[in-house]
Structure formats: structure tokens, C-alpha cells
């Protein structure tokens, strides 16, 4: 079955204790974005990449980092979290050039106190 | 810089209604535009993508039309139901840079 899974799908930390959130899909696609999702503002990018070792910044990119070492991961690291950073976090994937639909995980849920 | 905007805000209708929701954007320069469901703290679903090249897409109860020169698109549901209730999101992908510009959604309510 196609598709983009994410872990953990709920999360609750302290400021300042570094996480990462996993991003996988199984499409073969190039193209993977993290997005967050907040009220009144909508989805906002934070990063995205073309393909691996390609990674390039969104509207919203501080006080995150991600990489891709691998063509199916794309990782969030967020290395010092504060409560702005509070939110739900989607990962996406897609084909380059707009052939085919953006495919999207379930969404990670995280709170930071 | 791309903005997409979703008219209206909310919508609240009788069951069996059919029913129309809006989506503008000011850069045509577009891949394609994609219609999203989102229900309450949960992930997006894929409701129908139409390419830049293409007027209209088509599934089940649902047809959503692009008109790219003029930067809109609609998404009609016919005899809506209970279970259509949900946030419904446009998302535009910009060409060059692939990236998906999302309006902030109409929030669909129907009533039984």
C-alpha cells in the first residue's frame, strides 16, 4: 500500500530536549516537505527536498533541521524545542514536476511545555 | 508571491444540498491544484488533482473545474451528506520550485 507514515504520532516534551520525527515513504518519490499546521494560519512549509542529500528552506525553516541521507526518509529535527513549536506537523511526498497528487502522513502531534 | 484564498470560511447547509466551494490564486504559473479533506486533528486526504492543463476532474459526488487564466477553481458537491462534513483545503503547486501553497480551507458543516 502506498504510503507516507510519520512516528510518533503524539509526542509531549520539555524545552530545550532535542527530538526527531520520522518521515517514510514507500512511492520511490523525490520530493518529501514537512509542513506545520496551526489555527488561523493554516499549512506553512517548513522545509523540503528535491531529492537526497537535497534540502532546501521553506516559509517557516527556524528552529528546525532535516536531512536526506536516504531516498524513502526525510527527518525533523527539532535540536532545542520551545512552546512555539507547539503544533501538528505533516511530512509530504510526491513525483517532481507535478505529475502526480502530493501524498500526506497523519500528522504529528506535538506539544512542547 | 502565491496566495490562495478560500471563499467562504465556513459553510453550513442542509442535507442534500448541492453546494459550491471557491478557491482564487494569484500566480497561474501553477503544475497543478490539488482539493484536500481534513477532518477534526487528522491527516489530509486526496480528493481530486487537476493538472494545469486540464478544465475539470471528476469523482463520485465531486467535481472540482480549473480555470488557470483567471487563477480560480471550484469544487461542486452535489446531494451532500452528514458524513461530508469535514475542512476542505485547495492547494496550489507552483512551478520551479514545487512548492504547495495551501489556502487556510472552508469548514463544511452539514446538517442532517
Known amino acids: 500500500e502506498a504510503q507516507v507514515t510519520q512516528n510518533p504520532r503524539y509526542l509531549i516534551t520539555v524545552t530545550g530536549k532535542k527530538l526527531t520525527v520520522t518521515c517514510s515513504q514507500n512511492?520511490?518519490?523525490?520530493?518529501m516537505s514537512w509542513y506545520r499546521q496551526d489555527p488561523g494560519l493554516g499549512l506553512r512549509q517548513i522545509y523540503y527536498s528535491m531529492n537526497v542529500e537535497v534540502t532546501d528552506k521553506g516559509d517557516v525553516p527556524e528552529g528546525y533541521k532535516v536531512s536526506r541521507k536516504e531516498k524513502r526518509n526525510f527527518p525533523l529535527i527539532l535540536e532545542s524545542p520551545s512552546p512555539n513549536q507547539t503544533s501538528l506537523y505533516f511530512c509530504?511526498?510526491?513525483?517532481?514536476?507535478?505529475?502526480?497528487?502530493?501524498?500526506f502522513g497523519p500528522g504529528t502531534r506535538l506539544t512542547v511545555t | 508571491k502565491q496566495e490562495v484564498t478560500q471563499i467562504p470560511a465556513a459553510l453550513s447547509v442542509p442535507e442534500g444540498e448541492n453546494l459550491v466551494l471557491n478557491c482564487s490564486f494569484t500566480d497561474s504559473a501553477i503544475y497543478n491544484l490539488q482539493w484536500f479533506r481534513q477532518d477534526p486533528g487528522k491527516g489530509l486526504t486526496s480528493l481530486l488533482l487537476?493538472?494545469?492543463?486540464?478544465r475539470e476532474q471528476t469523482s463520485g459526488r465531486l467535481n472540482a473545474s480549473l480555470d488557470k487564466s483567471s487563477g480560480r477553481s471550484t469544487l461542486y458537491i452535489a446531494a451532500s451528506q452528514p458524513g461530508d462534513s469535514a475542512t476542505y483545503l485547495c492547494?496550489?503547486?507552483?512551478?520551479?520550485?514545487?512548492?504547495?501553497?495551501f489556502g487556510k480551507g472552508t469548514k463544511l458543516t452539514v446538517n442532517p
Open positions: 512511492m520511490n518519490h523525490e520530493y
Open positions: 492547494a496550489v503547486l507552483q512551478g520551479g520550485s514545487e512548492k504547495l501553497v
Open positions: 509530504a511526498s510526491s513525483f517532481l514536476g507535478g505529475v502526480g497528487e502530493q501524498y
Open positions: 487537476i493538472q494545469s492543463s486540464q
